[in-house]
């Protein structure tokens, strides 16, 4: 019998929130807390499929990047997000082995570190907005605009970063082995970070550009050349809201592409928070996938079961 496949996509401050500092032992400890969650999910009798976000730990090797500048040449963003990629992936590589064998289940991990193709026309390369990195004095910022033609931009009256391009991905490498690795029943960590963002150069050849990939457009994208069945964002409220904040928001526990689609229209879900969610879910489920579900870590079981989150479907 084939089984169901679920792809779940969360972000880099589920192993580095906030109020963290950022040491190893934290992150692993995290790490071990979303493994308990997959195993769940895999005792659901899913296929599984990770996509992690990487923005807190990205923003860290940048300053250390930074801070070490004159004794180490520092690598390109694209580089950064490999290295990234592959020290999650690990962590939650082994937290979900180990977990795995607590729970006697015959069942093998790989982590991918995977390259995700954008457009080298894409408008985003035009009109960088992505803040990366650390924060630097005016100074400093034009200095490193002629040295290294970065755009600088203030950051609301914290200091001066760096912003780049978020191109949308338009194809996840290797997707091939990806979906055989699913297929064998293998769990996968892939696409971490939104993926390392390359382009095809005249030559027909991969180049990694210095760019940042929204960690839910990879996640749909990859959701659709697999084929899951289930496609999951975890974010940091437990359901989609209307009038969000508002004296009359009020809950949506389903919504069609069309009702959202229009909330999106509608100025409901911001770019900066669920706007990326949405038209993630919107284009998984316009590709023919069969259902998304948004809502907490600590409310996916309960979301599994209906009990939580929000549904959103192709029609009622």
Request: aromatic share 6%.
């Amino acid at each position: 019998m084939k089984h169901k496949t679920a792809l779940i996509a969360f972000g880099g401050n589920a192993l580095l929130p906030d109020n963290e500092h950022g040491q190893q032992e934290d992150q692993q400890k995290n790490a071990q807390k979303a493994a308990e969650l997959m195993v769940h999910v895999v005792k659901k009798g899913y296929e599984l499929i990770l996509v992690h976000g990487n923005g807190p730990q990205i923003g860290n090797l940048l300053i250390q990047m930074e801070a070490a500048a004159g004794k180490v040449p520092p690598y390109t963003l694209d580089v950064g997000d490999a290295m990234t990629e592959g020290s999650i992936g690990y962590m939650l590589e082994k937290a979900l082995i180990n977990e795995l064998r607590r729970n006697s289940l015959d069942k093998e991990v790989a982590s991918i570190v995977s390259q995700v193709i954008v457009d080298k026309d894409d408008p985003a390369f035009q009109k960088p907005t992505k803040p990366v990195g650390p924060f630097y004095t005016k100074e400093r910022a034009i200095e490193l605009q002629v040295e290294k033609k970065w755009t600088m931009v203030e950051d609301a009256g914290r200091g001066w970063r760096k912003v780049v391009p978020s191109p949308k991905p338009i194809d996840v490498v290797p997707k091939g082995i990806i979906r055989d690795l699913v297929q064998a029943g293998r769990i996968v960590i892939a696409a971490g970070g939104g993926g390392i963002p390359v382009i095809i150069d005249g030559n027909g050849l991969f180049r990694g550009v210095e760019a940042v990939i929204d960690k839910d457009y990879a996640a749909s994208l990859l959701a659709r050349e697999v084929k899951v069945d289930l496609f999951v964002i975890l974010t940091a409220i437990e359901r989609v809201y209307i009038d969000y904040g508002k004296p009359g928001q009020r809950e949506a526990p389903v919504l069609t592409v069309d009702e959202a689609r229009k909330h999106l229209e509608d100025g409901q879900f911001p770019p900066g928070s669920m706007g990326p969610k949405i038209r993630a879910a919107i284009e998984y489920i316009e590709a023919g996938g069969e259902e998304v579900l948004i809502t907490t870590a600590s409310h996916l079981k309960a979301a599994l079961i209906n009990r939580s989150g929000t549904r959103i479907i192709a029609t009622s």
